[in-house]
C-alpha cells in the first residue's frame, strides 16, 4: 500500500515562496506520473501540476505558470512544488497523488496524501 506524505505548507505573506514535498512509502512513484491538486474551502479540488515518470514532461494550469515549478527525485521516491509569487487566491490545502498517466483528471489518480494546509495573507 502506496503513502503519500506532503510537508512544507504554511502561511506566508503574498509574494513570498514555499516549497512542498511529497514523499511516498510502501511502494514506488519512480514510474507513475506524480500531480499536485488543491483544493480551496467550499471549492472542488482543482488541479495544479503534473510529471511524468521521468521528469521530462512538465504540465501546469494557467493560473501558476511561471510562479510554480514540479520537480521528482526518483531516487528519494520524491515529488517537489516550488511555489514562487504566492497570493491570497492560491490558499489551499494541496494534496499530491500518483497515476498512470498524464491527465489533469483527479479521478484518474490511484493514491493521494493528506494534504498540507498552504495559507497567503494579503
Known amino acids: 500500500q502506496v503513502q503519500l506524505v506532503e510537508s512544507g505548507g504554511g502561511l506566508v505573506q503574498a509574494g513570498g515562496s514555499l516549497r512542498l514535498s511529497c514523499a511516498a512509502s510502501?511502494?514506488?512513484?519512480?514510474?507513475?506520473?506524480m500531480a499536485w491538486f488543491r483544493q480551496a474551502p467550499g471549492k472542488e479540488r482543482d488541479f495544479v501540476s503534473m510529471i511524468s515518470w521521468s521528469g521530462e514532461n512538465t504540465v501546469y494550469a494557467d493560473s501558476v505558470k511561471g510562479r510554480f515549478t514540479i520537480s521528482r527525485e526518483n531516487a528519494k521516491n520524491t515529488v517537489n512544488l516550488q511555489m514562487n509569487n504566492l497570493k491570497p487566491e492560491d490558499t489551499a490545502v494541496y494534496y499530491c497523488?500518483?497515476?498512470?498517466?498524464?491527465?489533469?483528471?483527479?479521478?484518474?489518480?490511484?493514491?493521494w496524501g493528506q494534504g498540507t494546509q498552504v495559507t497567503v495573507s494579503s
Open positions: 497523488a500518483r497515476g498512470r498517466r498524464m491527465t489533469r483528471l483527479k479521478g484518474l489518480y490511484d493514491y
Open positions: 510502501g511502494g514506488t512513484v519512480s514510474t507513475y506520473v
